[in-house]
């Protein structure tokens, strides 16, 4: 509502905007119209008559979206590396680390908002934006994205009592690559059977390998010889 109300102003004062600048400013003034309409005087008088998001995203020092889509795609494919980077660049380009946690707790949250029709109208985005979170989200099952939550959300409160919060976030990044595995219901350290299978099959080439005895074995036939030594003694 306050987006298009401030669409409307725009298009009276015949200022030029983009759809996504108007919900981040909508976003940023937290449902109170009038901190909304200070905003958009304050970035017209910096950005002149056109106004875009990202002169918006700029000014406001916001995250832009991109860096949340590139860090979830990253986090699905268990490219550690491009985590790892694309964390340090948004360090070295002034975030703080406590707020990309929570802007990727809320991007994982839109997503999750995507995987039901009902609750697709709880996604105050534009068309645009929201076509990219629906693509991104056919692609991330809900065990994930819950789980993610939970440990943005782990990381969030956390964040202040830490000593190390680089080392805090890029832990709780790793483990979100992780749960991709566990989410698809593949072990981490692979498929125990498949490895249980693959012994046996080398046991029964190996006619050596069967005709030794089993720990069983051994200690069943081992047992009379310990209770001779105990009576000599």
């Known amino acids: 509502d306050i987006a298009t109300h401030l669409a409307y102003i725009a298009k009276s004062e015949n200022i030029a905007t983009e759809a996504e600048a108007l919900h981040i400013i909508a976003q940023k003034a937290d449902g109170a119209l009038r901190d909304?309409?200070?905003?958009f005087d304050q970035l017209v008088s910096f950005a002149g008559n056109n106004l875009s998001y990202k002169s918006v995203i700029d000014n406001l020092n916001i995250l832009d979206y991109d860096y949340y889509f590139k860090i979830a795609d990253a986090i699905r494919s268990e490219d550690m590396r491009t985590?790892?980077?694309t964390f340090d660049e948004i360090l070295n380009n002034g975030f703080d680390g406590n707020n990309f946690i929570i802007g990727l707790s809320e991007h994982f949250r839109n997503l999750l908002v995507c995987k039901d029709p009902k609750t697709i109208k709880l996604l105050e985005?534009?068309?645009r934006i929201k076509q990219l979170y629906f693509e991104q989200a056919e692609m991330?099952?809900?065990s994930f994205l819950v789980n993610a939550l939970s440990l943005a959300s782990d990381a969030?409160?956390?964040y202040a009592a830490s000593i190390n919060k680089r080392l805090l976030t890029e832990g709780m990044l790793m483990k979100m690559a992780f749960l991709i595995n566990l989410s698809q219901g593949k072990a981490i350290f692979g498929d125990e059977s498949a490895e249980k299978k693959k012994l046996e099959q080398k046991l029964k080439a190996n006619p050596v390998a069967n005709s030794l005895p089993d720990n069983d074995?051994?200690?069943e036939e081992s047992a009379p010889i310990e209770s001779e030594i105990i009576e000599a003694k």
């Open 140 to 142: 991330a099952p809900k």
């Open 217 to 219: 074995t051994i200690k």
């Open 125 to 127: 985005l534009s068309e």
């Open 83 to 85: 985590i790892l980077l």
């Open 156 to 158: 969030d409160v956390n």
């Open 36 to 39: 909304a309409l200070s905003m």
